[in-house]
């Protein structure tokens, strides 16, 4: 049935002027989602009401999704004419399946062809729109269908549950087994009580962590030095990468800012054999990021499992090699992604021109607990298989999802072809 057979068109005009008051400003993802949207600037032109169950699209990114139904938790929301607004008929569409449907690839490639305009700037006009033919099953098929699919989400969403709430308590395991306690909470409030010659970072929280202890450490845990535990500390290539294709890679710092060795993150770089010499990269090096503009991304790490040929590691990066008689660099790279370990990098972070940065004294100086080698591996081999298993439900209930929406499309749309043979 063409859509104009099953929406009703909405034209509530408002009054929005000194203000909306209790009206809410939306916006429409193009994943079909409508949220609220904080708007300081007023209005211009007129403004009209949607409400919970209408159905709304925005003229010029309808083509790219951005088709929704207004929430529940949206009691009144206003937009502007560039948003047409529609009731669907009750007698004929549940909420819910219209959601979907709108979605389905179908349904966007039928809505591509009544995009009109110059490129880049076309657009869906209501009636263009309304003369889109949807299949519309009785109103319990609908039902059957949204109840099946919504099953499978939920399905999915338990399964991202469970996965979080084993690798968090797997991961909390790891920090208490390694001795780290949670760092002294800082106050939140100014505290001027350090001297100057005992402040190793001018920083707030520098200061902080100078005057109320950095990390608490478990009585019974051996801490050392980072330095005493490594073979070498050194920072990345300072040349400016080539302008064409070579046959030596650098990694960019995006390669390290996640917690794992992105390789297809790099740049070119003139080759020399002295560079590769420098800067190679070898099994159990754990990379650091030195600087970054995100507090967060500063010291993240990640590990590097295997020799690596041609690739060399740039200047905002730090290459820490570990003693492997002393020190697990698998154990290692997951210690600094621990709360304690992150507290004790930030609070050494440096500012300058809107950057954080640390340096390889910085790094040498972190206080890291070292249990026995053979513990940290046992340490590490729980972790990871606990991130594992994590990993194996979370795709689970990814392919959970992608068949579940196959599944709705395909019935729908086949009973589409069935019917016009």
Same mark, same amino acid.
């Given at each position: 049935?063409?859509?104009?057979?099953?929406?009703?068109?909405?034209?509530?005009?408002?009054?929005?002027?000194?203000?909306?008051?209790?009206?809410?400003?939306?916006?429409?993802?193009?994943?079909?989602?409508?949220?609220?949207?904080?708007?300081?600037?007023?209005?211009?032109?007129?403004?009209?009401?949607?409400? %919970? !169950?209408?159905?709304?699209?925005?003229?010029?990114?309808?083509?790219?999704?951005?088709?929704?139904?207004? %929430?529940?938790?949206?009691?009144?929301?206003?937009?502007?004419?560039?948003?047409?607004?529609?009731?669907?008929?009750?007698?004929?569409?549940?909420?819910?399946?219209?959601?979907?449907?709108?979605?389905?690839?179908?349904?966007?490639?039928?809505?591509?062809?009544?995009?009109?305009?110059?490129?880049?700037?076309?657009?869906?006009?209501?009636?263009?729109?309304?003369?889109?033919?949807? %299949?519309?099953?009785?109103?319990?098929?609908?039902?059957?269908?949204?109840?099946?699919?919504?099953?499978?989400?939920?399905?999915?969403?338990?399964?991202?549950?469970?996965?979080?709430?084993?690798?968090?308590?797997?991961?909390?395991?790891?920090?208490?087994?390694?001795?780290?306690?949670?760092?002294?909470?800082?106050?939140?409030?100014?505290?001027?009580?350090?001297?100057?010659?005992?402040?190793?970072?001018?920083?707030?929280?520098?200061?902080?962590?100078?005057?109320?202890?950095?990390?608490?450490?478990?009585?019974?845990?051996?801490?050392? /030095?980072?330095?005493?535990?490594?073979?070498?500390?050194?920072?990345?290539?300072?040349?400016?990468?080539?302008?064409?294709?070579?046959?030596?890679?650098?990694?960019?710092?995006?390669?390290?800012?996640? !917690?794992?060795?992105?390789?297809?993150?790099?740049?070119?770089?003139?080759?020399?054999?002295?560079?590769?010499?420098?800067?190679?990269?070898?099994?159990?090096?754990?990379?650091?990021?030195?600087?970054?503009?995100?507090?967060?991304?500063?010291?993240?790490?990640?590990?590097?499992?295997?020799?690596?040929?041609?690739?060399?590691? %740039?200047?905002?990066?730090?290459?820490?090699? /570990?003693?492997?008689?002393?020190?697990?660099?698998?154990?290692?790279?997951?210690?600094?992604?621990?709360?304690?370990?992150?507290?004790?990098?930030? !609070?050494?972070?440096?500012?300058?021109?809107?950057?954080?940065?640390? !340096?390889?004294?910085?790094?040498?100086?972190?206080?890291?607990?070292?249990?026995?080698?053979?513990?940290?591996?046992?340490?590490?081999?729980?972790?990871?298989?606990?991130?594992?298993?994590?990993?194996?439900?979370?795709?689970?209930?990814?392919?959970?999802?992608?068949?579940?929406?196959?599944?709705?499309?395909?019935?729908?749309?086949?009973?589409?072809?069935?019917?016009?043979?």
């Amino acid at each position: 049935m063409p859509l104009r057979e099953l929406l009703a068109e909405r034209r509530e005009s408002v009054l929005v002027k000194g203000g909306l008051g209790d009206w809410q400003a939306i916006t429409i993802k193009f994943s079909g989602e409508v949220l609220p949207r904080d708007r300081a600037a007023a209005f211009k032109g007129a403004m009209f009401a949607a409400y %919970p !169950g209408d159905l709304l699209f925005s003229k010029i990114d309808a083509r790219n999704g951005a088709i929704g139904l207004i %929430p529940e938790t949206i009691a009144k929301a206003v937009v502007t004419s560039e948003y047409p607004v529609f009731i669907p008929k009750a007698d004929k569409l549940r909420p819910l399946y219209l959601r979907h449907l709108l979605q389905a690839s179908h349904f966007r490639a039928d809505l591509q062809s009544k995009a009109s305009g110059t490129s880049g700037r076309k657009r869906v006009t209501p009636e263009g729109f309304l003369s889109l033919n949807v %299949p519309v099953p009785t109103l319990p098929e609908q039902d059957a269908l949204i109840a099946s699919y919504m099953a499978a989400l939920k399905q999915a969403a338990q399964l991202e549950q469970e996965a979080d709430s084993a690798q968090r308590t797997e991961w909390q395991s790891f920090e208490l087994a390694s001795g780290l306690a949670a760092s002294t909470p800082l106050p939140d409030r100014p505290v001027f009580v350090a001297r100057f010659k005992d402040v190793d970072r001018w920083s707030h929280d520098g200061i902080l962590r100078v005057a109320h202890g950095a990390t608490n450490q478990a009585e019974s845990c051996h801490v050392v /030095p980072l330095e005493s535990a490594l073979m070498e500390v050194r920072h990345g290539c300072s040349l400016s990468p080539a302008k064409r294709v070579t046959t030596l890679r650098i990694l960019k710092i995006s390669a390290v800012t996640k !917690g794992h060795l992105n390789l297809d993150e790099y740049k070119h770089i003139k080759d020399d054999a002295r560079l590769r010499e420098q800067f190679s990269l070898k099994a159990g090096d754990i990379l650091m990021c030195r600087t970054n503009g995100t507090l967060a991304y500063v010291g993240m790490s990640a590990l590097v499992k295997t020799d690596i040929e041609g690739t060399i590691f %740039p200047d905002k990066v730090i290459r820490v090699r /570990p003693d492997e008689n002393k020190i697990n660099s698998e154990y290692l790279w997951l210690l600094l992604q621990l709360p304690p370990m992150r507290k004790q990098i930030e !609070g050494a972070a440096r500012t300058a021109v809107g950057n954080y940065a640390i !340096g390889s004294k910085d790094i040498k100086a972190l206080k890291i607990p070292l249990p026995p080698i053979t513990e940290q591996q046992k340490l590490f081999d729980a972790l990871h298989a606990a991130m594992l298993t994590a990993q194996e439900k979370r795709t689970e209930a990814a392919v959970l999802r992608q068949s579940a929406w196959a599944a709705f499309e395909s019935t729908v749309f086949n009973a589409i072809e069935k019917a016009t043979q």
